[in-house]
């Protein structure tokens, strides 16, 4: 299974940025995208952005010219650059991996809190 060290949530004002990192370890092999969920109280888990290993990235429709996803592929590593933080940005950020060997599986981490004050 895979483990993840996510680190970089805090709390900032609005208009602030902030860089979340979060480095996957154990059964990485056959890993094949890294990237980042979030969910906020009363709402349910949602994508903020992933990146395969071709470099193909998804971002979620709302950080789009805000956020900017990026890889260490030989630290199994993904960073997120979240710069121009609106309040309806805090959320707990999970990391996510996807792991393609006999079967495919999602696993996300314990994840990190970013709270944006206005």
């Known amino acids: 299974q895979v483990q993840f060290v996510e680190s970089g949530g805090g709390v900032v004002q609005a208009g602030g940025s902030l860089r979340l990192s979060c480095a996957a370890s154990g059964g990485t092999f056959g890993l094949n995208a890294l990237g980042w969920y979030r969910q906020a109280p009363g709402e349910q888990r949602e994508l903020v952005a992933t990146?395969?290993?071709?470099?193909?990235?998804n971002y979620k429709d709302s950080v789009k010219g805000r956020f900017t996803i990026s890889r260490d592929n030989a630290k199994n590593t993904v960073y997120l650059e979240m710069n121009s933080l609106k309040p309806e940005d805090t959320a707990v950020y999970y990391c996510?991996?996807?792991?393609?060997?006999?079967?495919?599986?999602?696993?996300w981490g314990r994840g990190t809190q970013v709270t944006v004050s206005s």
């Open positions: 990146m395969d290993n071709a470099g193909t990235t």
């Open positions: 996510y991996a996807h792991v393609v060997a006999a079967f495919e599986y999602d696993y």
